[in-house]
């Protein structure tokens, strides 16, 4: 697989990377043959988060005895308290899980707001250096969904990577970020290269961001089948044809940018509503009847929302979050069994769907681990 240069870090990395997240879904073993067979087709970089539930610990359970075949970053989560020995802690913890002595690139995690940004530069920024004179991390970076901070990261010649949402759709990186990044070479790394799941095609999404020489595409990955169709991509021509770019612009239209890309940084929500869920009410008709319950659950805790607008000033892309709910239990109520047990035409392909009372334990399976990923910022896409 051809590689990129990572920036001032001087790591040579593969064109593509792989995101930690979606591996906490599959079973364990499933899921540490599916960052094995990323190391056998030539990935290099992996990227993961103490957030990430059991992300690392899988990660480290699958390089072991490969260390020196891969890149690993992760992410330390300080940014409300910012103090020294919270992130001195968090860091050996993750060095614990990942089964290693050292970490190739520590990234402050979800930086999005400049308030967040100023503390972390003080006892967070304080351990990092530490921890680099040390030798137990090897180059900083930071990750975040808002432009402003990530603009100011970029400039100011503290960090070596920059982590920001990119794929075709949410675009505006193209204009400036990415330019930004190249002239202080600092890495970038690109989140959500499938909009948190929202695109489909992998073939448009990847190959749009290997257009950018400076990128390395960053998607989650849950299933062997993914990780090959992906390399796939990257071994083969990056041309976008003009069929492929006009495919593109219809789906930026019919998508819009109006739409959750399960981040959970509205959450948590004082009425306990599942926003990102409820966000996502939607998707139902792409993953399948299971996630009807899951979604069922989640209208119910909307019914809860008063509305008061805490989850808008924490959303990194400043979407109308209260305005979307009404709108997305609206929809689920329109395509709902009308009690619990008429079947009613579905809008899976028009297959009869039925809701029986013996689903009950399964939805509350469903929604127990559910709440317990989603504590790991679990994202609802297959890929990311």
Known sequence: MKTVRLGKTDLEVSRIGIGGIPIQRPPEDEAIRVVQRALDLGVTFIDTARRYGTSEERIGKAVAGRRDQVVI??????????????????????LKSLNTDYIDLWQFHGINAFEEYERVL??????????????????????????????????????????FPFNFVNNDPADELVPLAREHDVGFIAMKPLAGGQLKDANLAIKYLLQFDNVVPDPGIQKVEEIEEIVGIVN?????????????????AALGRRFCQWCNYCLPCPQEVDIPCLMNARAIENYGEGFVSWVAKAVESGRNCIQCGECEEKCPFHL????????????????????????????????????QSGRRGRLSKEISECNTVNSGNWIGGDRL
């Not at 180059?139 to 960090?159: N, P, R, T, Y």
């Not at 083969?236 to 789906?251: A, H, N, P, T, Y």
Request: hydrophobic residues 35%; aromatic residues 6%.
């Open 320 to 355: 109308p979050i209260r305005e979307m709910i009404v709108e997305h239990i609206e929809f689920f109520e329109s395509v709902r069994p009308l009690d619990g047990s008429e079947s009613r035409q579905s809008i899976f392909g028009g297959k009869e769907v039925q809701k």
């Open 236 to 252: 083969g021509s990056w041309e976008l044809v003009s069929q492929e770019r006009q495919k593109m612009e219809d789906i930026r």
């Open 122 to 163: 003080g006892g967070t920024m304080e351990a990092a250096q530490e921890a680099l004179q040390t030798g137990k991390i090897r180059h900083i970076g930071i990750s975040s969904h808002s432009m402003e901070v990530a603009l100011k990261a970029v400039s100011s010649g503290l960090f070596e990577t920059i982590q």
């Open 73 to 94: 970053a992760t992410k330390i989560f300080d940014r409300d308290k910012g103090d020294k020995a919270t992130t001195l802690e968090q860091l050996e913890q993750s």
